[in-house]
């Protein structure tokens, strides 16, 4: 059987036919927004099912068996309810029903999106080999998906797991959800991007600076990286500070969970060994009780941007429950 896989961004909504050894046989994306205001975002979710359901009947003899959807926001699994999300600007829409009046009869269901590409990577990816690892995706914020004993931990309402907005500094910056301070606001892409331009006001002779013509709003999060590798001091300090609020969070995260592992997916992460080895030295010579407790690799994701669409296909046998469309 196959099934289908809808991760839903801001920007793209990206859907898959995958089959079931987690195998993306065929992909495509959609803008999420259209610029006629009458094709809502739901019309587009639905003639991209739609398509899928006939591409897969042209590319394969398999059945699809199901169709799964990563939401990012809050999201009421069992009654297939986005309940608010920012970036689609939805307030209770019952996502599940919609698609089903517009006459989808394959089994739906929806989660949040940091929570499918957890998924993925349990699956299918950097996490195989892990029955207890946290899956933090680094993009304009922090999500993450945490995974004890095999088991998706959700919390009540399925609203728990928000590592993102735990707090790193007391009256710190301001965060996306209202308070001061959360790892979020010192830890994520926007975070980077923000340390990077005040760097490179504060030196003008930084190689930075060549790298975006001499424009500051080019700069985004792998400025800094590539030019700390050409050994440029200023983004090296850049790093070096970013380097050390991330792993401080993650410390944290460590000491609650005490994971195997903390796999890290989104744009940053591709930056590979040279931001995974900074991040495992960090956290060695400072992690609580590190010599009598067991290690925390802290490594790399290996699905990139696939690991939503794959981990939502099969959020139907990885969750335990949830209601059938
Ligand atoms: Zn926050």
Not at 166 to 183: A, S
Not at 258 to 286: C, H, M, Q, V
Request: hydrophobic share 40%; aromatic share 8%.
């Amino acid at each position: 059987m196959n099934r289908i896989g809808i991760d839903v961004g801001g920007t793209f909504i990206k859907g898959g036919i995958i089959d079931d050894k987690g195998n993306v046989l065929f992909s495509t994306k959609v803008q999420t927004f259209n610029d006629d205001e009458k094709i809502s975002v739901v019309d587009n979710l639905y003639n991209l099912i739609n398509y899928l359901i006939k591409k897969n009947k042209s590319i394969s003899d398999t059945f699809l068996s199901f169709i799964g959807l990563g939401i990012p926001g809050i999201v009421n699994r069992k009654k297939g309810l986005a309940e608010f999300s920012g970036n689609l600007s939805w307030n209770n829409v019952p996502i599940i029903g919609l698609l089903k009046d517009k006459g989808i009869t394959i089994p739906m269901k929806i989660c949040n999106d940091s929570r499918s590409a957890c998924i993925g990577e349990m699956m299918f990816g950097a996490g195989m080999q892990y029955k207890s690892a946290i899956v933090m995706t680094i993009g304009t914020g922090i999500g993450a998906g945490i995974v004890i004993n095999g088991k998706l931990f959700e919390g009540n309402g399925d609203k728990g797991g928000e590592v993102g907005h735990t707090l790193l500094m007391m009256n710190g910056e301001l965060c996306t959800c209202g308070r001061h301070g959360c790892f979020e606001a010192y830890a994520s892409a926007k975070a980077l991007i923000r340390y990077t331009k005040e760097e490179m006001l504060y030196n003008k002779n930084s190689l930075m600076w060549s790298h975006v013509y001499g424009n500051i709003e080019n700069v985004d999060g792998t400025l800094a990286f590539t030019c700390a590798k050409l050994n440029d001091k200023s983004a090296n300090k850049v790093i070096n500070k970013y380097v050390k609020y991330l792993s401080e969070g993650i410390l944290n995260i460590c000491n609650c969970f005490r994971p195997e592992a903390i796999i890290i997916g989104g744009g940053i992460s591709e930056t590979g060994d040279f931001l995974f080895k900074k991040i495992n030295e960090y956290i060695a010579k400072r992690d609580y009780g590190y010599k009598c407790t067991p290690k925390v690799n802290v490594i790399q994701a290996k699905l990139g941007n696939s690991a939503g669409m794959i981990g939502a296909a099969f959020m139907n046998e990885f969750l335990e429950d949830g209601e059938n469309g």
